[in-house]
């Protein structure tokens, strides 16, 4: 009976030998084991895989054969420190740790130490995970966060001179207004004392309509003008200065049109007004919007409109022209001058499609499925201004009119967004009046 019972305990003994074996070779950390002068004397399979090492090629070496050769001196110190007074460290231990692999690159790793002792020796235990992933995370996440830093700071500048600017109008308007009253009373018996009342509330109608508007907008006028005085006598060095000008104040409005519209979408206070509108009247609209878009236009390029759309269709007229200005302002930024960026209108499947299409710079595999996320820009558009919101709230205002949006692009061949908007009500409209004139 006892010899049967000494046989089950070393078969149990032998059974939990195999089961700490298998644990040990086939966990999904990296196991390092060393004795107390810091030889390795275990190393699991999936630190074979980490480290490019056979267990063969590292059992006896020191552990330092799998750190970087700048951090090995200061590592035995830590290791001697470690094994005169050992204890539980859990991962990271407030330090950036790297490993070494065999072929001598580096990556980052967290590691935490345990430790035993069997027959007086003492041994340490180091499980090692490879953290290069959320490396990467961490510093996309940071650049995002940096860049939204800067982004935010310009908008503060930019509403502080707007205004300051604001302040300054409207106390030139009331400084004109009593003058404006004073002048009543004044020249009010005289003709042409009432001539020049005349002339001052003029001048004064004059100043609010312009003086109200946004600054920027005074800006872009006062460019498009000098552009204009410049036709008679052309100078290239003031030329180039308007056109900065006018770059300046378009990425001015768009970053705050963008952030505006992504604070009304959040707070849901964009309405959508949806509505049958004639052939001639979308037609109309899109000629409108496409006249408008010319003046962003860089030296040779060129919109061409293609349609085939002869049928009422079923549009939030607004939105739709949102949706519009993004897109096409997008390729006009991401292509190249002396380009042609096409437009074309149709209707297939019960849905009003309209694709733009360009030859730009393309947007990365990689980079497309990230494309609809707040503040994401393409590793190929970095140097490009935008704040990385337009397509995010492209989608949104899709969203609203039941619709959505497809992007097909390849690197340096250009990009063709495509927007789908049901028609499914308009047709169903088209149908119930149909049926009420029969009756």
Do not use: C
Request: proline share 2%.
């Amino acid at each position: 009976m006892m010899s049967v019972n000494i046989a089950g305990r070393e078969q149990k003994q032998v059974s939990n030998i195999e089961q700490f074996e298998a644990l040990f070779n086939y966990a999904t950390i990296g196991i390092i084991v060393t004795n107390s002068e810091g030889r390795i004397i275990n190393f699991n399979k999936f630190a074979e895989k980490q480290f490019g090492f056979s267990k063969d090629e590292v059992l006896e070496k020191t552990v330092e054969v799998l750190i970087p050769p700048s951090a090995r001196e200061k590592h035995v110190q830590y290791r001697q420190d470690y094994n005169s007074s050992p204890e539980v460290r859990a991962m990271g231990h407030g330090r950036d740790l790297f490993g070494q692999k065999k072929d001598g690159s580096t990556f980052p790793v967290e590691v935490s130490l345990s430790n035993y002792t069997i027959n007086g020796h003492n041994f340490v235990i180091a499980f090692v995970v490879d953290i290069t992933v959320r490396k990467k995370q961490e510093e996309v996440v940071l650049e995002q966060k940096q860049e939204l830093e800067i982004v935010t700071g310009e908008i503060k500048s930019m509403n502080s001179e707007l205004e300051q600017k604001v302040s300054d109008r409207t106390k030139m308007l009331r400084e004109a207004l009593a003058e404006l009253e004073k002048s009543k009373e004044e020249l009010s018996e005289a003709f042409e004392n009432e001539k020049e009342l005349s002339e001052l509330k003029s001048r004064f109608v004059t100043m609010a309509s312009h003086e109200f508007r946004t600054p920027l907008s005074t800006i872009l006028s006062s460019a498009y003008l000098m552009e204009k005085y410049n036709q008679a006598n052309p100078n290239e060095k003031f030329e180039k200065h308007i056109h900065r000008i006018k770059g300046a104040v378009g990425v001015m409005k768009g970053i705050l049109e963008d952030f505006l519209s992504l604070g009304k979408l959040e707070e849901g206070l964009v309405q959508t007004k949806m509505e049958t509108i004639s052939t001639s009247a979308f037609l109309e609209d899109i000629h409108a919007l496409l006249q408008e878009m010319d003046a962003l236009l860089r030296p040779g390029q060129k919109i061409h409109f293609n349609n085939t759309i002869n049928t009422p269709v079923w549009v939030d007229r607004n939105l739709l022209k949102n949706v519009l200005i993004n897109l096409i302002s997008n390729s006009i930024k991401f292509t190249n001058e002396n380009s042609t960026i096409t437009v074309s209108a149709y209707l297939t499947n019960d849905n009003l499609v309209i694709a733009v299409i360009d030859n730009g710079i393309g947007i990365s595999q990689e980079d497309q499925q990230h494309l609809f996320e707040r503040f994401f820009r393409a590793k190929n558009a970095s140097n490009i201004q935008g704040t990385g919101l337009g397509l995010h709230i492209v989608s949104k205002y899709l969203e609203l009119m039941n619709g959505r949006i497809e992007l097909r692009s390849k690197l340096n061949e250009g990009t063709t967004v495509t927007i789908h908007i049901p028609q499914n009500n308009h047709l169903k409209e088209i149908y119930e009046k149909n049926i009420d004139n029969r009756r």
